[in-house]
Structure formats: C-alpha cells, structure tokens
C-alpha cells in the first residue's frame, strides 16, 4: 500500500539554524499539507500545496516558514532561523480525497 | 474560526469493554468530520468520515454518527482490544471530504489503554 514518507525521523538542531524537512508524497495525489503538534497539545495546520503553489496557510506559517516541490516527488518544509519554540513534530500529508498521513519529523531546537 | 473538543485522557479501558470517546466540534458551515487513529511510531491514520449529517462512517468495528443538532461525532466500539491502544483524533474539514486546500481542524486526541 503508498504511504507518505518522511526524512529525518528525528531532527536536532541549535537556535537560529535553518532545518529543512523532507517528505515524499503518495505519487499520484494533488495535494500536500504540512502540519505540526507541539508536545502535549493539538496537531495545527501550517499549509496546503497544489499545482506548484500554497494554497492555504495558517497564522503559524510566517516568513520563517517555506515550502517547496523542488523535483516533482519532495515536498520540503523549510525554517529559516529556528527558535526554541519551533520545537515539534512535524507531519507531512498529502491527499486526493482524504489525506494520508507521514509518520513524522521530531524537530528539537537547543 | 473552526475547533474540535475531544475528551481528555489517557482512557483505560479492559478488554472486551465498550468504548466511546465524545467528540464535539464548532463550525461554519457543514463541515466533514474524521477520527484519526496514530500507534505508537506510526504517523496519523484514517479511521473513519462521514461527509454529512446522519452519515455514519464505520471502519475496523469502529463507528461514528454525525449529530449536526448536537454538533458531535463520537467515536465507539463495542468490544476493544488490546491492539486498540492508541492515540484517536478527531478532525473536521470545510473542504471536499478532507482533500483540498482546507487543512483539518483536530482535536487534542484521546490516549485509550487496553488492559488484558
């Protein structure tokens, strides 16, 4: 069965570096999303990508945040200049009807 | 704006027990509702949907019913298993059944524990 794939599981890096996520979608699906969940509280929508382009994003998703298909198979998320509170995990989804989930990059900011 | 309220955990349940998390939501609009289920080292899994209202999804004995009259969506079953033991989340979306440019609205997710 497809699954959505994500790399690293597990990201350490130190305040003020950039990171950047990588995903690998289900091939034939249309959109992607990242999303994030903070420990101990609820998963947030960052952004939506179709047709080469964000779609939707949220208030979380500031000029710190970008997101790219730079291949026609990854889907990054990238952070500029991370902060401490930037720490979380990080899920990649992509959907041509419901959406498919990641298993998930863990971002810790030291 | 959209939210999804869930019922605090962990829940601890034996096996072969009934099992309902509530699930209520605020929208605009007639959304979709989701529950996701994530095990442990998994990434999030649909569950189930139903797109409107008195729809039931139904996946693995799992049920849900959309209740537009009390805005809820709860998640039941009537004999868990220990391989039940995850993390449940509700979700709404306002796009076409969870795909589209609509990102979901979750709750916070309900820990359930299947004691043997």
């Known amino acids: 069965e497809p699954e959505v794939t994500q790399t690293p599981s597990h990201q350490v890096t130190q305040m003020g570096q950039e990171v950047i996520l990588r995903c690998v979608p289900i091939?034939?699906?249309?959109?992607f999303y990242w999303y994030r969940q903070i420990l101990g509280q609820k998963v947030e929508f960052l952004v939506s990508?179709?047709?080469?382009?964000?779609?939707?994003k949220s208030e979380i998703f500031d000029d710190q945040f970008s997101v790219e298909r730079p291949d026609g198979s990854n889907f990054t998320l990238k952070i500029r200049s991370t902060k401490l509170e930037d720490s979380a995990m990080y899920f990649c989804?992509?959907?041509?009807?419901?959406?498919?989930f990641g298993p998930g990059t863990r971002l810790t900011v030291t | 704006g959209n939210s999804v309220t869930q019922m605090e955990g962990p829940v601890t349940l034996s096996e072969e027990a009934f099992l309902t998390i509530n699930c209520t939501y605020t929208?605009?609009?007639?959304?979709?509702l989701f529950w996701y289920v994530q095990y442990p080292g998994e990434g999030l899994q649909l569950l189930l949907k139903?797109?409107?209202?008195?729809d039931k999804g139904s996946n693995k004995g799992f049920e849900a019913t959309y209740r537009k009259e009390t805005t809820s969506f709860h998640l039941e079953k009537g004999s868990v298993q220990v391989s039940d033991s995850a993390v449940y989340f509700c979700?709404?979306?306002?796009?076409?059944?969870?795909?589209?440019?609509?990102?979901?609205?979750f709750g916070k997710g309900t820990h359930l524990i299947i004691q043997p």
């Open positions: 989804a992509s959907a041509i009807g419901e959406q498919y």
């Open positions: 091939s034939n699906h249309l959109y």
């Open positions: 990508f179709y047709n080469n382009e964000i779609s939707e």
């Open positions: 929208a605009t609009g007639y959304p979709s």
């Open positions: 139903a797109t409107k209202a008195d």
């Open positions: 979700a709404l979306s306002d796009g076409m059944a969870g795909g589209g440019a609509d990102g979901l609205t």
